[in-house]
């Protein structure tokens, strides 16, 4: 079946330090792939994603690239800030061709605490 | 409107008692979708409707789960005889599906925080 796997939090870092928040999947075909930003009291955000093998989402500082060879799709950002303080969640879209849809799969989340 | 709305916000619901969760999409939205976000975890599938067909409720976790959307725009998700392992916050989501089915956004509601007790 399909899953995800992320890394467990928290991830505690100082200001400007270098992000990584690893993600694994395994699915049946060929999914699109997702992270979702969740900020305190607020609902899922859409970060970044890639559709297809060796593609690169990224957004706001935030990269991501499609690995199909190791099944990953780590999330990495070269310099964090304070603002970049919330819940993480990598997931897949598993597309459905009976009706025409996709459903998330998401990862358990990975909290990330930057401190100035 | 401008977002995936949904209300109540907060519920706390007696052990036994009927709840109902309400969903606004984003206006002309076909698919919208119901996860299930127990604490600490991430969220989990529970239905999906295209405009008022229900074509999956393979994630509604018992018969004390059900969810509407009449006239194809608003959602609501009802919960009988509400038990403890309830608590979790509802969530929301609406898309529009792509010709490629590839890589639609999901565009998440607030959610609704359920608390049996």
């Known amino acids: 079946g399909n899953s995800v796997t992320q890394m467990e939090g928290p991830v505690t870092l100082s200001e400007e330090a270098f992000l990584t928040i690893n993600c694994t999947y395994t699915a049946t075909g060929y999914p699109s792939l997702f992270w979702y930003v969740q900020y305190p009291g607020e609902g899922l955000q859409l970060l970044l994603k890639a559709t297809k093998a060796d593609d690169k989402g990224s957004n706001k500082g935030f990269e991501a690239t499609y690995r199909k060879e190791t099944t990953s799709f780590h999330l990495e950002k070269g310099s964090v800030q304070v603002s970049d303080s919330a819940v993480y969640f990598c997931a897949l879209s598993a597309f459905t061709f009976s009706g025409g849809y996709n459903k998330l799969i998401f990862g358990a989340g990975t909290r990330l605490a930057v401190h100035p | 409107g401008a977002g995936v709305s949904q209300s109540p916000r907060y519920k706390v619901a007696k052990r036994g008692q009927d709840v109902a969760l309400r969903c606004d999409p984003i206006s002309g939205h076909v698919s919208l979708f119901w996860y299930q976000q127990a604490l600490g975890q991430g969220p989990e599938f529970l239905t999906y409707?295209?405009?008022?067909?229900?074509?999956?409720k393979s994630g509604l976790p018992s018969d004390r789960f059900f969810a509407e959307r009449p006239e194809g725009s608003v959602s609501t998700l009802k919960i009988q005889r509400t038990q403890q392992e309830d608590s979790a916050v509802y969530l929301c989501?609406?898309?529009?599906?792509?010709?490629?089915?590839?890589?639609?956004?999901?565009?998440f509601g607030p959610g609704t925080r359920l608390t049996v007790t």
């Open positions: 409707f295209q405009n008022e067909a229900q074509l999956d």
């Open positions: 989501a609406s898309s529009q599906p792509r010709r490629s089915g590839r890589g639609n956004e999901q565009y």
